[in-house]
């Protein structure tokens, strides 16, 4: 079964840059819809982008501008490059695969990565 960690999280300060990475342990990873989703403390999980295997993306409002979604087939990877960042930000970032893409809006599928923190603070 093929399966998918995450890496490149850490503690950055407000304004600055962070680049998540999706790995999938088989190529099979490439003929799924992804997408990276967030939790915070006390909040509950939501979705942050998402990408089709053709390409198509979808982006939470407050992400819009600031974080972009790309995937490397060729790699099995997946990548969340994060600018401008911010204290409400912070959270444990997730990658997701499997998922259903329809007029725009992503759901999340069977597969999960076991989350990165991104901490954003002075």
């Known amino acids: 079964q093929v399966q998918f960690a995450e890496s490149g999280g850490g503690l950055v300060q407000p304004g600055g840059s962070l680049r998540l990475s999706c790995a999938a342990s088989?190529?099979?990873?490439?003929?799924?819809?992804m997408a990276w989703y967030r939790q915070a403390p006390g909040k509950q999980r939501e979705l942050v982008t998402g990408?089709?295997?053709?390409?198509?993306?979808t982006y939470l409002d407050s992400a819009k501008g600031r974080f972009s979604i790309s995937r490397d087939n060729a790699a099995n990877t997946m990548y969340l490059q994060m600018n401008s960042l911010t204290p409400e930000d912070t959270a444990v970032y997730y990658c997701?695969?499997?998922?259903?893409?329809?007029?725009?809006?992503?759901?999340?599928?069977?597969?999960w990565g076991q989350g990165t923190q991104v901490t954003v603070s002075s």
């Open positions: 088989e190529a099979s990873g490439r003929s799924l819809n």
């Open positions: 997701n695969a499997g998922g259903t893409y329809y007029n725009g809006r992503y759901a999340a599928g069977w597969y």
């Open positions: 990408i089709t295997t053709s390409g198509k993306t």
